[in-house]
């Protein structure tokens, strides 16, 4: 859908759906050319408010999305938000699996909630339920790990605290498209990510995958601390080939480290360290490292694309 003009239209401008267009050529809000994400950096100049919105194609509403509307709040007159339209295919990229894999619409510099909560038919669809209050964990990630007491067929979503905002199969919507999954046993654990910056949701089974990976640095005296790809100790998905671990640093400072394979036979990064610095005394660390090949992944092309280290 390269070839198409994509327009923005929404309660911030009338519902014209013709006279905002979106860009992918590096311009107006646009972080790369020819991406396959277009973009407008817009000044929403009414008073602060939740707006609703869609991406249509220009002058026609008979092609737009998300299906029902997606929404943004502002705090401030003349708040300065970007819209984006993913539109690239991510269904087969390596790693965990984050819906909607398509024309993604969602906006970046606005207002966002500070509360989320899963709902479903797995605790009785009450968007102000405190067992299922999700955490804030960072980077605009937010996770809830929940035993789902029933075996069977499930449905839910993700929605601001006590109000029918959502994030759902379709993104960040006003629709409610709901997830479905099944547990396969009594009080099966599922877990809910959010990514609010890109606006996608996963919810799976709680699982978790075989590897032998830890982390050795400055902060540990060079000794092997487990990392982990089950869902624990700072891992947010068990099973998805990325290994984790909270680390606690004792001192303020930079510090060096590898991943290795819990000898020193295999260490990433093969040549030199890594590193990461510290702000305070004993400082919680989630250093991870993605084992997954992403060298055919849908999207910008990122380096490294295999056995990368972070933290």
């Not at 519902?15 to 050529?25: E, G, K, L, Q």
């Not at 990325?242 to 303020?252: E, K």
């Not at 990064?269 to 991870?288: A, M, R, Y």
Request: charged share 15%.
């Amino acid at each position: 859908m390269a070839d198409i003009d994509w327009c923005i239209a929404g309660a911030m401008n009338g519902w014209d759906n013709a006279s905002n267009p979106m860009y992918d050529d590096g311009t107006n809000g646009d972080l790369l050319a020819g991406d396959g994400v277009f973009s407008l950096e817009m000044s929403i100049t009414s008073a602060p408010a939740t707006y609703e919105w869609k991406v249509v194609e220009c002058g026609n509403w008979g092609l737009a999305y998300p299906s029902s509307n997606s929404w943004f709040n502002t705090s401030d007159v003349g708040q300065m938000v970007t819209f984006t339209f993913d539109t690239n295919d991510y269904s087969a990229n390596a790693g965990m699996t984050l819906f909607p894999t398509t024309n993604i619409v969602n906006v970046t510099g606005d207002t966002l909630p500070t509360s989320f909560t899963a709902i479903g038919k797995f605790q009785g669809w009450d968007n102000t339920n405190p067992a299922t209050l999700m955490t804030d964990i960072g980077n605009g990630f937010y996770r809830l790990v929940y035993t789902v007491a029933e075996p069977g067929p499930n449905s839910g979503r993700v929605v601001v605290t006590g109000t029918n905002y959502s994030f759902d199969i379709d993104g960040r919507t006003v629709g409610a498209t709901n997830f479905l999954f099944t547990t396969t046993e009594p009080d099966q654990d599922v877990v809910f990510l959010l990514d609010t910056y890109t606006g996608r949701l996963l919810v799976e089974l709680a699982t978790s995958s075989t590897g032998t990976w830890c982390v050795a640095g400055g902060f540990n005296g060079w000794s092997h601390a487990p990392m982990y790809d089950d869902g624990s100790n700072g891992d947010l998905l068990g099973g998805d080939g990325v290994f984790a671990a909270d680390v606690t640093v004792p001192t303020t400072g930079r510090n060096e480290f590898k991943v290795t394979n819990c000898t020193w036979d295999v260490s990433y990064p093969t040549t030199g360290n890594s590193w990461l610095t510290t702000t305070e005394n004993n400082q919680v660390v989630n250093i991870s490292f993605d084992t997954n090949d992403h060298s055919m992944d849908a999207g910008l092309v990122l380096v490294p694309f295999t056995n990368i280290i972070h933290a």
